[in-house]
């Protein structure tokens, strides 16, 4: 598998299939490394307080204490109580997107035309059913490896999302600040240029030092 693990002890270190989901408990200092393999590969991703999932991400605590729309190193993922559940601690990609959420097969159906086409927010269904959640648990989400680039009047691109920069083998570190449950869908998308139309496999390792 391409991709090289971070130093430590490997605790897991997958591969998720293209379109598929992925769900795991991140004890507090271990780090979760995302690898996009091949590149140009959209990771949708959630995150909760292991112990008490009704504590989970928060997208508007997040951006204001970053003071960017777009996600990189050094920058933590924040609780609707305001405490910290990840730290970003290496991005070779440069930048994620935290506002174009995840698809769906009715979105699919809205924004192009589409039906029977299932999506990001099914495979968080299916992810969170083996935690004992489920869809009042879904919240806006980061899209690591996507770009939803915005003007200088607001304005999304007609896509929403464009094919980022080629890069295969990028990952992103994140740094668990208390038992974090990490949720992911390696996203099916092919009606949109985030994964060029053909979906690929990623690596998932949790390592600790």
């Not at 997040?62 to 559940?85: F, N, Q």
């Not at 053909?198 to 390592?207: A, D, G, H, M, W």
Request: aromatic share 6%.
């Amino acid at each position: 598998m391409q991709g090289t693990p971070p130093a430590g002890t490997v605790h897991l270190d997958e591969s998720v299939a293209p379109g598929r989901p992925w769900a795991g408990v991140v004890e507090a200092g271990q780090t979760l490394r995302i690898i996009d393999v091949a590149g140009h590969q959209g990771v949708d991703f959630l995150c909760y307080n292991a112990a008490r999932p009704e504590e989970r991400y928060h997208a508007p605590n997040t951006l204001k204490a970053a003071l960017t729309l777009k996600l990189t190193a050094g920058h933590v993922l924040y609780s609707d109580e305001a405490r910290p559940i990840f730290t970003i601690v290496e991005d070779t990609y440069g930048g994620h997107d935290t506002i174009g959420g995840c698809c769906s097969a009715p979105s699919n159906a809205m924004l192009y035309g589409v039906n029977d086409c299932p999506g990001c927010r099914e495979n968080f269904l299916e992810a969170l059913g083996w935690h004992g959640l489920g869809r009042r648990d879904i919240v806006p989400n980061i899209n690591f490896f996507c770009s939803v680039p915005v003007d200088g009047e607001r304005n999304l691109a007609n896509t929403v999302f464009v094919e980022g920069p080629d890069a295969p083998g990028a990952y992103v570190d994140l740094r668990a600040d208390m038992p974090a449950l990490a949720v992911i869908s390696n996203c099916p998308q092919v009606n949109n240029p985030c994964n060029r139309g053909k979906p690929s496999e990623i690596r998932v390792i949790i390592t600790s030092v």
